[in-house]
């Protein structure tokens, strides 16, 4: 399976955009980025997934190199309710419905400073 | 969208004994899954909690110790067997109703002393 390579933990002022990166040098032509997010004392909870394309929703956006071994996480403007665990994980779309399952590595710890 | 709760929230059990931990889920789901956490650490998915037949188990975990039921689309049970301190972790479900999107409980933080 294609693994993801985050670093351990990230800092950021509230209200200032924050950037985690994510490498995935070995993804498939058929690998969905994904990232999940684990506030304290919660379980995980999806923000965003892309193929190829940059995507935006409400939560973040997601921006994805041109040659898809890295994808970085966008969170516009960080608000103190943003610190958690950020997770990038790679699905195969093929494999989705069948035995597709979510592998969590240990993902980015992103601190807010207020 | 899927709205996940889990019975019990935390539990505080002997060693030797066994729980059983509830999922229950407000729309019917194709895939169930259990995970742990244990403290400071990422989660471990656990197994794949099959509609109609026996859970699929990942490496280093069997049915004696983790038996699992799902009797319908919308309910999973996963059982903590014959417990330890070392059993001691947050055990989340999992729940798959689209082909894009996985939601997650609240979570159980089971301690065993």
């Known amino acids: 399976d294609a693994k993801t390579t985050q670093p351990n933990s990230m800092e950021s002022n509230e209200e200032e955009p924050v950037h985690l990166p994510c490498n995935h040098s070995?993804?498939?032509?058929?690998?969905?980025i994904h990232w999940y997010r684990q506030l304290p004392s919660q379980g995980p909870e999806y923000v965003i997934h892309?193929?190829?394309s940059n995507v935006n929703n409400r939560m973040a956006s997601l921006a994805i190199a041109e040659d898809r071994k890295s994808s970085t996480l966008i969170l516009h403007r960080a608000t103190l309710r943003d610190a958690a665990v950020y997770y990038c994980?790679?699905?195969?779309?093929?494999?989705?419905?069948?035995?597709?399952?979510?592998?969590f590595g240990k993902g980015t710890r992103l601190h807010i400073l207020p | 969208s899927a709205v996940i709760s889990q019975k019990p929230s935390r539990d505080i059990c002997q060693r030797g004994t066994s729980l059983t931990i509830q999922c229950q889920v407000d729309?019917?789901?194709?895939?169930m899954f259990w995970y742990r956490q244990q403290p400071g650490q990422s989660l471990t998915l656990i197994a794949t909690?099959?509609?109609?037949?026996?859970?699929?188990?990942e490496s280093g975990f069997v049915i004696d110790k983790f038996p699992i039921s799902r009797p319908n689309l919308t309910f999973s049970t996963l059982t903590v067997s014959n417990m330890s301190p070392e059993d001691s972790s947050i055990y989340l479900c999992s729940a798959r109703p689209s082909t894009d999107t996985q939601y997650f409980g609240p979570g159980t933080r089971l301690t065993v002393l």
């Open positions: 070995t993804i498939s032509g058929t690998d969905y």
């Open positions: 729309s019917q789901v194709t895939m």
């Open positions: 909690a099959n509609q109609g037949s026996e859970a699929t188990y």
């Open positions: 994980i790679l699905r195969d779309v093929y494999r989705v419905n069948r035995d597709d399952k979510i592998i």
């Open positions: 892309g193929l190829t």
